[in-house]
């Protein structure tokens, strides 16, 4: 069975996240060991900034940063989120702000509409 896009992409994003955290071969060789043991390959603590959502009636939850993605939940207004990651869109357009949560990617900013502020 061939692999589906949303499995490509997870394995892609997954290997980017590898190269930035594994520095040398030895890291490597445990994470890859790791992964082929089964065992699971614990994330390093990760600093967040805590976004409010201002969206309308929610923000949806998607599988990657692009309205193209798969939607996989959604956020309410006025509640927070913590974002890990940033990402400028798929697209390239420098005026795209999308924030990786826990459970997917939130778009922040799209273009001049704005879905979430930044909690000081």
């Known amino acids: 069975m061939p692999i589906t896009e949303e499995g490509r992409l997870l394995i892609e994003n997954y290997i980017v996240r590898l190269r930035k955290e594994i520095e040398t071969d ?10 082929l043991d089964g065992t699971p390959v614990l ?6 900034t805590v976004w409010r959502i201002l969206a309308e009636p929610y923000l949806n939850i998607r599988f990657q940063p692009s309205l193209h993605a798969t939607d ?8 927070t ?15 795209d702000l999308w924030g990786r949560i826990e459970r997917g990617w939130i778009a922040l900013e ?7 502020e930044k909690v000081e």
């Open 26 to 35: 030895k890291e490597l060789i445990i994470v890859l060991r790791e992964i």
């Open 43 to 48: 994330e390093p603590e990760l600093e967040f």
């Open 81 to 95: 989120v913590d974002v890990l990651e940033y990402y400028g869109g798929l697209q390239g357009d420098e005026n």
């Open 110 to 116: 799209l273009g001049v509409n704005i879905f979430a």
């Open 72 to 79: 996989i939940g959604n956020v309410y207004p006025q509640s």
